[in-house]
């Protein structure tokens, strides 16, 4: 799940012409959404490519709705079911 989520991410910053240069291998569940330099136009651009490219609504109620990509991740997984 952490590489679908991380290129998912990667791509999303492409389309925003942005470089993404953090390694999968440096990204954990820890890893704090700030610390991949996500700012709020990001969050909401990555969120929705989230939504249609794993094929899941995503419940995000407010800026602080996630914080970690475990966050996340447990909202893609619960969203699977």
């Known amino acids: 799940m952490l590489e679908e989520l991380y290129n998912v991410i990667s791509d999303s910053y492409k389309a925003m012409n942005r470089e993404f240069e953090i390694p999968l291998s440096s990204i954990t569940e820890e890893t704090q959404l700030k610390d991949l330099d996500m700012d709020s136009v990001s969050f ?24 970690t990509v475990g966050d ?7 969203a699977r079911k």
């Open 44 to 67: 909401v651009v990555i969120m929705m490519n989230i939504e249609e490219k794993m094929n899941v609504r995503l419940n995000v109620s407010g800026a602080n709705a996630f914080q």
């Open 72 to 78: 996340v991740i447990k909202a893609i997984e619960e």
